[in-house]
């Protein structure tokens, strides 16, 4: 009978669990952050964008940046027909406006009929209405999607973001403690 050799530990066997377990620990770590899916906004404590839109005919009357540096917080709301979230948020929207609470509406990439349409049918929760038809101010405001809301101080500066559609949830968490400041 011949010897075999004596072999010595293979450690490239332990490869593939130590890259399972960092893998798991990365993912498992990603998870606990507060919100996965939120993303933070650059304009926050930053005057908001100079803007100069076009009304949602029948009004006459646009969005211009004066418009934000009125006494008060008010909110500035992206939306489009097209989109179901914003019709999912709209019920709250309006309960705000109901409040005393100014919204400016600013109508993204949308049609002037399909936005006369939708809030034709819901109503309108905005103290004025705006069009931005291209998105260069969707952009200007580092818009991701509509919905997104932004909360903008009295002297024109953007408080804070919230991207998706403003439930009862939403606002009582979120966006209330800048509004009752």
């Keep these: 009978m011949t010897e075999q050799p004596k072999r010595g530990f293979n450690w490239l066997i332990l490869i593939p669990p130590v890259i399972f377990f960092m893998l798991f620990g990365a993912f498992y770590l990603g998870m606990q952050r507060e919100n996965p899916n939120?993303?933070?906004?650059a304009?926050?404590?930053?005057p908001a964008p100079a803007i100069d839109l076009a009304a949602l005919p029948p009004e006459t009357v646009g969005i211009a940046a004066e418009d934000f540096k009125s006494s008060g917080v008010k909110l500035v709301n992206f939306w489009a027909s097209w989109c179901g979230p914003c019709r999912?948020?709209?019920p709250t929207l309006q309960a705000l406006a109901d409040s005393g609470l100014p919204i400016y509406g600013i109508n993204y990439k949308d049609s002037p009929g399909n936005a006369r349409g939708f809030l034709e049918e819901l109503g309108s929760p905005f103290a004025k209405i705006g069009t931005d038809t291209t998105g260069r101010v969707a952009i200007d405001w580092g818009?991701?999607?509509?919905?997104?809301?932004?909360?903008?101080?009295?002297?024109?500066n953007i408080l804070t973001r919230y991207p998706g559609p403003?439930?009862?949830?939403?606002?009582?968490?979120r966006l209330a403690p800048f509004v009752t400041q």
């Design 38 to 41: 939120a993303l933070p906004s």
């Design 43 to 46: 304009l926050e404590g930053t």
């Design 88 to 90: 999912a948020e709209h």
């Design 143 to 156: 818009v991701y999607g509509v919905p997104e809301t932004f909360v903008v101080d009295g002297e024109g």
């Design 166 to 173: 403003i439930t009862q949830k939403v606002w009582e968490d």
